[in-house]
């Protein structure tokens, strides 16, 4: 069982930054993927970036240039800094994870229990 643990989220004024980070765990686990979806009310979820084993990320438009990721494999941990904030980027941030775990033949998609980040303007 994968289990990912988020902390960073929070409020921020416009222009400000926060960093998001999330910890998976279990037992013979296998990454392929890590990274972060945000929902907001009434929306669908989507893509904010993701970044792969092998260190490859991938960012949604509307982030490119503000929001950096990383990871620390040795950790199984994810980052995602998040600066030049603005108030449309108010939402629950998911924690994302491609993998398998506990000798699993095939790979699954987990997710973590959502945190928030609220931008005043």
């Known amino acids: 069982q994968v289990q990912l643990v988020e902390s960073g989220g929070g409020l921020a004024q416009a222009g400000g930054s926060l960093r998001l980070s999330c910890a998976a765990s279990g037992s013979m686990l296998r990454i392929n993927a890590m990274g972060w979806y945000r929902q907001a009310p009434g929306k669908q979820r989507e893509l904010v970036a993701t970044?792969?084993?092998?260190?490859?990320?991938n960012y949604a438009d509307f982030v490119k240039g503000r929001f950096t990721i990383s990871r620390d494999s040795a950790k199984n941990t994810v980052y995602l800094q998040m600066n030049s904030l603005n108030p449309e980027d108010t939402s629950l941030y998911y924690c994302?994870?491609?993998?398998?775990?506990?000798?699993?033949?095939?790979?699954?998609?987990?997710w973590g229990q959502g945190t928030q980040v609220t931008v005043s303007s």
């Open positions: 970044i792969t084993s092998g260190g490859s990320p």
């Open positions: 994302y994870l491609n993998g398998r775990s506990g000798g699993m033949l095939y790979s699954d998609i987990y």
